[in-house]
């Protein structure tokens, strides 16, 4: 039997990892208009720092973190020896943590310095059941900004959340905004006090792990996805009755934020996303339709302490990570289809083997020129090489045989049209040689018009 990609991965082939790469590119160049610049941490840290900033409470970390004991012999922990704190490593779970600690560690928010703006791409780990959306390797794209409080950060990132996500297909329309604050210090302690109380009247109507997270952490309980229990925290206390005075002041400052650049939101006072160190403002964007109970497509909100949870200065933060994989499903319902991978803009064809040196040293040239092309490397038949050509999709093929090679000429075939003329070999090299080093010198002008301004022969 073949070997297989482990349960929960899945292979991005061709067409969907130059998507990827469109995916982030554009990400890139959006978000760098806002001043976010690009950052790269390790897939793994130590389990120490996603215990700390996560939270211990959290299903992501009890329950879903891949870990590891590395560097330490097997046969001394067998026989109770201790396990050192840098040996437990894993992967990371989610993106913010590692930028966070990168932060911390290279002091890229000097006291007294512009906040950092801070943008991610890659894979992250959970071990947890896989199913349509939800795999134990995905891809995420993300941006975190260290060193602001001010509630116009958070509005800035989540229009440029919504402006990505314009930008790559998914519909607007087919969207909604939710937002909320988990309040602070000051006034979270007496509203985690009033759920938990809440919780404990309902004790036997909620689920066993309900119960374990009253004791932990009740907010947990929101998102728990037992009916009954969805039901039970429905008539939970709303953290927008316990804000205190200036986390009022910022959630009412973002949302005036927001409205002031049409962009559309619900508020929902349940919302407390999946991980323990947010703080004020939370928010989520989900897909109405097509997805079902897996609709959530990025999220996140700001963490004004969890630099200091890592060993860092007090460093107020924000920030969101999207799903690619739930952004690919979500173009897909709204009836968007992935471009596939191959282009092709032209295909030199061999008439037989003594003009193949020619015909190769051609495809270089128009390759450097910023074109993307194929030529024959099996022996094909001439009737074959155009077969090939048009499974690639060549927008023209260029013939060359020894009568054309003699005149210094090569015939050329449209293959929308089927329309065929000869051509200079000497002019296309000197229209090819003026757009070399440019990969984007011929993209305004087809590989037809390349050919039809050399005129007929």
């Not at 969207?175 to 302690?189: E, F, K």
């Amino acid at each position: 039997m073949a070997l297989q990609a482990p349960e929960g991965t899945r292979d991005l082939l061709p067409d969907e990892a130059k998507f990827w790469t469109h995916f982030k590119a554009t990400a890139t160049d959006i978000f760098g208009r806002y001043g976010y610049l690009p950052i790269e941490t390790p897939v793994f840290e130590q389990t120490e720092l996603f215990v700390r900033g996560i939270g211990e409470a959290t299903d992501v970390v009890s329950k879903e973190m891949f870990t590891a004991i590395s560097g330490q012999n097997l046969a001394t922990l067998l026989d109770g020896g201790s396990i050192k704190a840098k040996s437990r490593l894993s992967l990371r779970p989610e993106g913010t943590a590692g930028v966070v600690r990168a932060v911390v560690q290279h002091d890229l928010v000097p006291q007294g310095a512009q906040p950092a703006k801070l943008m991610y791409a890659g894979p992250m780990f959970r071990a947890e059941r896989p199913q349509k959306g939800r795999q134990r390797q995905f891809n995420q794209v993300g941006i975190e900004c260290l060193g602001a409080e001010e509630p116009s950060v958070d509005a800035e990132g989540i229009i440029m959340l919504m402006r990505f996500y314009a930008a790559i297909g998914i519909p607007v329309q087919a969207t909604r905004l939710l937002v909320n604050s988990m309040g602070c210090d000051a006034c979270r302690p007496a509203y985690r006090d009033a759920v938990k109380a809440y919780m404990d009247e309902h004790a036997d109507e909620l689920c066993d792990e309900c119960n374990r997270r009253a004791e932990l952490n009740p907010l947990r309980a929101f998102d728990c996805k037992n009916p009954t229990c969805a039901a039970i925290m429905e008539g939970a206390p709303k953290i927008t009755d316990h804000l205190c005075d200036d986390c009022r002041e910022h959630y009412e400052a973002v949302k005036t934020y927001l409205t002031s650049a049409d962009i559309a939101f619900e508020e929902d006072p349940t919302l407390v996303r999946g991980l323990d160190y947010y703080t004020r403002t939370v928010f989520e964007v989900q897909v109405t339709e097509g997805m079902g109970s897996q609709n959530a497509i990025g999220g996140g909100g700001r963490y004004d302490k969890l630099a200091e949870e890592v060993g860092g200065r007090p460093t107020p933060g924000f920030g969101w990570a999207l799903g690619y994989e739930r952004c690919v499903l979500a173009l897909e319902a709204a009836g968007q289809t992935i471009p596939p991978a191959q282009r092709c803009d032209f295909f030199v064809a061999c008439v037989d083997d003594s003009v193949r040196a020619e015909a190769f040293s051609l495809v270089q040239a128009m390759r450097d020129a910023g074109l993307t092309g194929e030529m024959d490397h099996q022996h094909r038949s001439l009737k074959s090489q155009f077969k090939l050509a048009d499974k690639l999709g060549a927008v023209a093929v260029v013939v060359f045989g020894p009568d054309e090679l003699a005149t210094g000429k090569a015939k050329v075939r449209n293959m929308q049209t089927h329309t065929e003329r000869l051509v200079d070999l000497a002019a296309v090299r000197t229209l090819l040689a003026r757009f070399g080093g440019d990969p984007y010198g011929v993209e305004a002008t087809s590989v037809d018009e390349l050919f039809g301004n050399l005129g007929d022969e």
